[in-house]
């Protein structure tokens, strides 16, 4: 697996989100220059009982945090859950309490000049992160 860059003046943060059932979950982002240079790492272990896709959709916001917050405008995400990645693309909205990190990620969005949203496969993500 070859990691792919984000366009010249882009960063791309790649997510990922652990779940150990009952008990806790990992979020991990890494951020990344066009050229494969890491800008920004960050881990967080919340004591929660998350179902999986909760998990991916804090990770994103966790990622999408980083670049905000060291002022980069052009961003591309990455993350291996396809549900997750879908609806971020398409702006889902719902009323389940879930959709509160969706309206985060919508919120954290619009920081951005430019966004773009991809997926990649659950075992090339363990490879990045």
Known sequence: MVWLPPKQDHVKVNV??????????????????????VLAMAARRMEVGWEPDWAEEVAAVFGLRLP??????????????????????????GFSPIFVFFEEIRLLKACFDSFECSHIKRGEMQLLI
């Open 16 to 37: 990922d989100a652990h779940v150990r059932e009952g008990m806790y979950v990992v979020s991990g982002a890494i951020f990344r220059d066009y050229i494969g240079r």
């Open 68 to 93: 905000q917050a060291l002022g980069h405008s052009k961003v591309h995400l990455e993350c291996d859950a396809l549900t997750v990645v879908n609806k971020i693309r398409n702006d889902t909205y």
